[in-house]
């Protein structure tokens, strides 16, 4: 590989929402993301259980088998570090629920304001 050639980061996007779900990969991907979908919280922890790790963790909040918070813990269980965006219709219930995390993930509102959230996203990338 070139030393000035950047991977590209893995984002383990989880939303229940197929169509949300199909739009936003799309997005990621135009901004230089490889993207992988888990369409409920039960696959997003099997999926966080295998190699490759995910760069980053984007996960909607209620969702079936296991919510956005369950898939966040136990993320942080495997890599303590990992980048959390939480994508929710309730960010006051989220936002209370998030200070237990350190760092606390980010959270955006929906409808998402993906220009911001791109922004946010693009700055950890470290």
Same mark, same amino acid.
């Given at each position: #590989?070139?030393?000035?050639?950047?991977? $590209?980061? %893995? &984002?383990? %996007?989880?939303?229940?929402? @197929?169509? +949300? !779900?199909?739009?936003?990969? $799309? #997005?990621?991907?135009?901004?230089?993301?490889?993207?992988?979908?888990?369409?409920?919280?039960?696959?997003?922890?099997?999926?966080?259980?295998?190699?490759?790790?995910?760069?980053?963790? &984007?996960?909607?909040?209620? #969702?079936?088998?296991?919510?956005?918070? !369950?898939?966040?813990?136990?993320?942080? +269980?495997?890599?303590?570090?990992?980048? @959390?965006? #939480?994508?929710?219709?309730?960010?006051? @219930? &989220? !936002?209370?629920?998030?200070?237990?995390?350190?760092?606390?993930? $980010?959270?955006?509102?929906?409808?998402?304001?993906?220009?911001?959230?791109?922004?946010? %996203? %693009? $700055?950890?990338?470290?």
């Amino acid at each position: #590989m070139d030393v000035k050639t950047k991977p $590209r980061r %893995l &984002v383990l %996007l989880v939303d229940d929402d @197929i169509r +949300s !779900a199909r739009v936003f990969v $799309r #997005m990621l991907r135009e901004d230089g993301f490889d993207v992988e979908v888990a369409h409920d919280g039960a696959h997003a922890i099997g999926r966080l259980s295998r190699a490759p790790a995910p760069d980053v963790l &984007v996960t909607d909040i209620q #969702m079936p088998h296991a919510d956005g918070i !369950a898939v966040a813990k136990y993320a942080r +269980s495997c890599n303590p570090t990992l980048p @959390i965006f #939480m994508v929710t219709g309730y960010p006051e @219930i &989220v !936002a209370a629920r998030a200070k237990a995390f350190d760092p606390e993930p $980010r959270i955006f509102t929906k409808p998402l304001d993906y220009p911001a959230f791109a922004k946010e %996203l %693009l $700055r950890t990338d470290t």
